[in-house]
C-alpha cells in the first residue's frame, strides 16, 4: 500500500495534470465562421491567409469551426446558434445575412462582418465610427458600387432601353439599393426591371425567362448565391449577346465581360485583423467599421469580341486589368 506522502503526491500531479488539461483547452480561442457559400472559395482562403499573418494557424493556436448555409436564410439562424453553445470567441459572418443571423443569436459574442453591403442601412452598426453594439467590420458600399456598375453599363453603349438587375433582395443589404438605382436609371435614360430571386432554382428560372432580346443590359447583384451560380449566369449572358456588368472578378472564369467590384479575396484578407483585435481585449464598439475603398474594373476584350461588343476606349484606359 502506498504511504500518505505518496499518495498526496499521486493526487497533485492527477489533479495538475486534468489543470493543465484544461488550461490548454481555454487558451486556444475559437473563431466561428458563418457563411452561405461553398467550401474553398476565395474569401475563406483570404481569412486564413490574414490570419496567418498575424500569427494564427488553425488547429495550432486558434480552432476554427466553419459553418456553411444553404440558400435558406433559417438556416443561417441555426448555425449561428450553434455557434453561439460552442462558445466561440468571435464570429466571423461572411456576408450582411450572415451578419444578421449571428447578431439575432448573440448580443454578447463579438460579431466580425466582412464585405457587408451597407452596415448603417441593415442595422448591423448604429455608426461606422462608433459601431457601439457587439459588430464591427468592413463595409463594401454595396448601394454606391451598384449604382457605379449601372454607369459602367451605360458607357458600355445601353442607351434608353429597359436593363435588368438580378438581385436578391431578401438580402437586408438589396432593398436600400433599389431607389437610388432607380433614380441613377432615370437619369441615364433606362428603365430599370428588378428581377428578384433567392435560390439557385431560382436562378435558373429567371435566366431562361429574362426576355434577352428586348433588353438592353444586364447588372448582376453581389450576394453570394448569384456568385455560387456564377458559370450558370455568366453562360447565358454571353449566349444572349447582352451587354452586361458583374459584381466580382471570379465571373471572369466563366466567360464575364466587365465586372466592378472589390477582390473578395482581400476584403475577407483584412477582416483577420478585427479577429487580432478582438482575440487580443478590443471590443468591437471601439473599432471602427471600415469601409473598402479599393475597387477593381476587369474587361474580357475576348468575350467582347465573341459577344460583338465594341468596348469603349475609355473604359479600357481606366480598366485595373484588361484581359486581351
Known sequence: MLSRPALCLLWT????????VGIGDNAVPKIGVLMRVAANW???HGLLEGLGQHGYVDGKNVLIEWRRASSDLADLRSLA?????RKVDVIVAFSTPAAVAALEATNTIPVVFAAAGDPLATGLATSLARPAGNATGISIQATEIAVKRFDLLHQLGVRARRVVYLVNLANPSGPPQLEPL??????????????????????????????????GGIVI??????????DEIARVVQRARVPAVFPYRE???FGALLSYGP????????TAYYVDRILKGAKPAELPVEQWSKFELIVDLRIARKMGIKVPQELL???DEVIQ
Open 81 to 85: 446558434a450553434e455557434l453561439v453553445t
Open 221 to 230: 447583384g453581389g450576394d453570394t448565391i448569384q456568385l455560387q451560380e456564377a
Open 42 to 44: 476565395p474569401g475563406e
Open 263 to 270: 477582390n473578395l479575396q482581400r476584403v475577407y484578407e483584412r
Open 182 to 215: 432607380r433614380q441613377a436609371a432615370k437619369t441615364m435614360g433606362m428603365t430599370l426591371e428588378v428581377v428578384d430571386v433567392h435560390t439557385a432554382e431560382e436562378i435558373h428560372r429567371a435566366l431562361r425567362s429574362i426576355p434577352w432580346r428586348s433588353i
Open 13 to 20: 500531479l492527477f489533479a495538475l495534470t486534468f489543470a493543465s
Open 251 to 253: 465571373y471572369h472564369r
Open 317 to 319: 484606359y481606366r480598366a
